[in-house]
């Protein structure tokens, strides 16, 4: 029998690398696998600290291995010649294709990239009103051959509250640079597609071709894990009905591949007993079903939830070869083990704590068999619910209340109906052309209804509940509270410990007090949004930039930032002026927090797309919770200028002031000096027009007094915001200057104690952080020198 305490040991010391703020060093690595080697000689429980030093380790050699293969700082921005392979399914969009690159591992690659995976664009001319079908990019295709050139730059990403961590996930996929396509008319295709990947493409294209109905886009992500065709919309339904975890290969499809397997083969060996004599029935059928999974999660392109059911149904294969008596809870202790060694850092990824933690729950709570299956069936779904809410809500930041009523259906009738229908047009698709047609056919007829059903769930307004970051005690208290709620009947406290789920489903949203105010400089890339609370408003001052058919920072980082601060809806917007880097994101924030009143400069152009816009004038002012705004300019009758006639807000506190200027150059800055000195003078100086030459007069910069003047600007800019000089000026005046590109969110709040500035990279600090990675490499390089 296998003691789980090892695989907790191991998963313990996976955990603990991860955790560090920066990548082990060498030397830190070879004092852990001493301890390893020593302890291993060892009885008791020093056999346990053999194990978590192995994991540490193995997270650290496979940490820093990944890291040091990123593309190293000094080659950034550079364009390469390359030659390699496109893997996985590339996506192909309105304005681009994005798509994954496996550069040759040939001496003819430059040395930094042979062998290694990227992430490219392949972006069109955005002048074009119609893309041609003959477009180049659109021969972009899985498992074909490309010489291009490209410019790029290691793994770089926002990093805002409640964003999602790209970097993280490049480390997990091993992307050690992302970049985009350039003179594409000189992109050469080497060679057509083969491979598992061109396949999976050709086979997503039949489905397509074969189902008339709109809902052929789920038959293709359930039989190749194809999500493509899946727009925003959709997703939003799923995780509104908290179905995402069915509609793409799971580990619960492949299961379901391997279960028919090993019952094909069990029905051949039934029909010829004798085969018996040379392989028992239970030996060939776990085999069968290996097999099954194998195949299954090749054609799902190896995705990690399916890599993880394949170790697992491999696990018990051998345990059943063995002839031994395996419990259930040895499996899968076995299989974590299995995971860790061959990839410890899958567990930086959602699945496989969802995953491991839903088994885990089941194996603990539910009786093995001799239950009928239907109530054995409620109960597992009421398990899964109360079990994983907290680590839906932790990693997740929602939590879908129709989730556990669409479950109870879409279970039964998508994984026992749709899938195997989905699947089974598959295989004969596979046999000959056209066979696999009729069979979609009916799968997607058996599919609508329910969609239908689940999108008006969905769709509902108490469907989705967002919730607020919450502390880092509230994980383990409502485990606890889950734990204690699941014990069996009888046990007493069970409501009193429903209370200490309140940390996590109603945290505290940390509002400044009565008479304080909070700016959060978002990191939007090269744009600009800021965030104002006070006790019980919430003021949004522009929402980023926004591209057609491309990166929308309202979306990507404005709404998961207002999400986990709590914010509900807005009490006012604030658009300084029409350029895009500021109001491009508008129009996704609107579509989801109610706005009650919103300001821009007259003659913006902007009322013709915003109803109910109002005109932001200087000396218009207002009070919330003992905390008065005023705007500056632009002054009454001031022609539009676009950078020139932004909306300027002044925020005073009995503590201290705060000044936003938006994109204002030279010549207002000194005008508002001139007309009301006193006016500019502030604590916390938000630096105009992200940092730009033009900017940051110098008398202006004086007269502020700034102590704190954070910058908005994206990193690698085309335009170098901001200036050195730019930046130079502040300091040189006594301010200090956190950048969005390298601190990712910048909080500052005014109260009591003055001015508190937190930053989200320093608040959250992680070992594949860009940011440190470059400052380390910048500190080693100046120490070169």
Not at 46 to 53: D, G, K, Y
Not at 403 to 432: D, K, M, Q, Y
Not at 508 to 535: K, M
Not at 724 to 743: F, I, N, S, Y
């Amino acid at each position: 029998m296998l003691d789980f305490r090892f695989s907790l040991a191991l998963l313990m010391g996976v955990m603990a690398c991860l955790w560090l703020p920066s990548p082990p060093g060498a030397w830190l690595l070879m004092c852990v696998a001493a301890i390893a080697a020593t302890s291993a000689w060892m009885r008791g429980v020093w056999r346990h600290v053999a194990i978590v030093s192995l994991g540490f380790l193995l997270a650290g050699m496979h940490a820093s291995l990944a890291m040091q293969r990123q593309l190293p700082l000094a080659m950034e921005h550079r364009q390469f010649e390359l030659v390699g392979t496109v893997t996985a399914l590339p996506q192909h969009e309105a304005r681009r294709t994005r798509f994954v690159f496996k550069v040759d591992d040939s001496d003819a690659q430059p040395e930094a990239l042979r062998g290694r995976r990227i992430r490219l664009a392949w972006y069109d001319e955005f002048g074009l009103e119609a893309l041609p079908a003959d477009a180049p990019r659109l021969r972009i295709a899985a498992g074909s051959r490309w010489a291009l050139s490209a410019k790029l730059r290691a793994p770089r990403a926002l990093r805002n509250p409640g964003g999602v961590d790209g970097e993280k996930h490049a480390l997990i996929e091993r992307i050690v640079a992302t970049g985009y396509v350039r003179n594409p008319e000189f992109a050469r295709e080497l060679a057509r597609p083969r491979g598992i990947d061109a396949w999976r493409e050709a086979m997503s294209a039949r489905i397509a071709a074969a189902i008339p109905q709109t809902s052929s886009r789920f038959i293709r992500a359930l039989a190749l894990g194809d999500t493509r065709a899946l727009d925003d919309a959709d997703w939003e339904r799923l995780r509104a009905s908290g179905l995402t975890h069915l509609i793409a290969i799971s580990g619960f499809h492949v299961g379901l591949v391997a279960g028919f397997f090993a019952l094909s083969m069990r029905a051949v060996w039934w029909c010829w007993p004798s085969l018996g004599r040379r392989i028992p029935r239970s030996q060939v059928a776990v085999l069968a079903a290996l097999s099954g999974a194998a195949l299954y999660a090749a054609l799902a392109g190896f995705a990690l939830p399916t890599v993880r059911t394949v170790l697992m149904i491999a696990v018990v294969a051998a345990a059943r070869c063995s002839r031994r008596g395996w419990r259930a809870a040895d499996a899968m202790s076995l299989a974590m083990i299995a995971i860790l060694l061959f990839d410890p850092l899958s567990v930086l990824s959602a699945g496989f704590w969802l995953s491991f933690g839903g088994v885990a729950w089941l194996l603990w709570c539910l009786p093995q068999g001799g239950q009928h299956a239907v109530r054995e069936f409620f109960a597992a779904q009421g398990v899964a619910t109360v079990g994983l809410l907290p680590l839906t809500v932790v990693l997740f930041g929602q939590a879908s209340l129709a989730g556990p009523f669409a479950n109870l259906l879409a279970i039964p009738w998508w994984s026992l109906i749709v899938v195997p229908l989905s699947l089974i047009g598959t295989a004969c698709e596979s046999l000959h052309a056209g066979w696999g047609g009729p069979v979609w056919r009916l799968a997607a007829m058996a599919f609508d209804p329910s969609w239908s059903l689940f999108s008006m769930l969905g769709e509902s307004p108490l469907a989705l509940w967002w919730l607020p970051e919450p502390r880092w005690f509230a994980l383990p208290l409502s485990l606890l509270v889950a734990f204690w709620c699941l014990l069996p009947r009888g046990v007493p406290g069970k409501p009193l410990a429903l209370l200490l789920w309140f940390p996590l489903l109603w945290p505290d949203r940390q509002a400044p007090d009565h008479g304080e105010v909070e700016l959060i400089v978002l990191d939007v890339g090269q744009g600009l949004s800021v965030v104002v609370r006070t006790a019980g408003h919430t003021l949004l001052y522009d929402m980023g930039p926004a591209i057609p058919d491309g990166f929308d920072a309202g979306e990507r980082a404005v709404v998961p930032a207002l999400h986990a601060l709590g914010v509900r809806a807005l009490d006012m917007a604030v658009l300084s002026h029409a350029d895009n880097d500021h109001a491009g994101g508008y129009a996704s924030v609107a579509d989801v927090f109610a706005i009650r009143t919103r300001y821009a400069p007259e003659d913006s152009g902007l009322d013709a797309k915003i109803a109910g816009l109002r005109q932001c004038r200087a000396g218009h002012a207002w009070n919330w919770d003992g905390v008065r705004f005023r705007f500056l300019h632009p002054p009454l009758h001031f022609p539009y200028l676009r950078n020139e006639s932004s909306c300027i807000l002044r925020i005073e506190t009995a503590h201290g002031a705060a000044l936003l200027t938006s994109d204002i150059g030279h010549v207002i800055e000194r005008d508002l000096l001139r007309r009301d000195p006193a006016s500019v003078r502030a604590d916390v100086v938000l630096v105009a027009h992200h940092g730009s030459a033009g900017s940051s007069d110098p008398g202006f910069v004086a007269a502020t007094g700034a102590r704190w003047a954070p910058i908005s600007a994206g990193y690698g800019n085309r335009f170098k915001h901001p200036k050195p000089e730019v930046v130079d000026l502040w300091r040189h005046q006594g301010a200090k200057t956190p950048l969005t590109a390298e601190a990712g969110a910048v909080r500052l709040r005014i109260g009591q104690g003055g001015v508190e500035v937190q930053t989200e990279r320093r608040r959250h600090r992680r070992l594949w952080d860009a940011a440190g990675r470059h400052a380390r490499a910048a500190q080693l390089s100046y120490r070169s020198e």
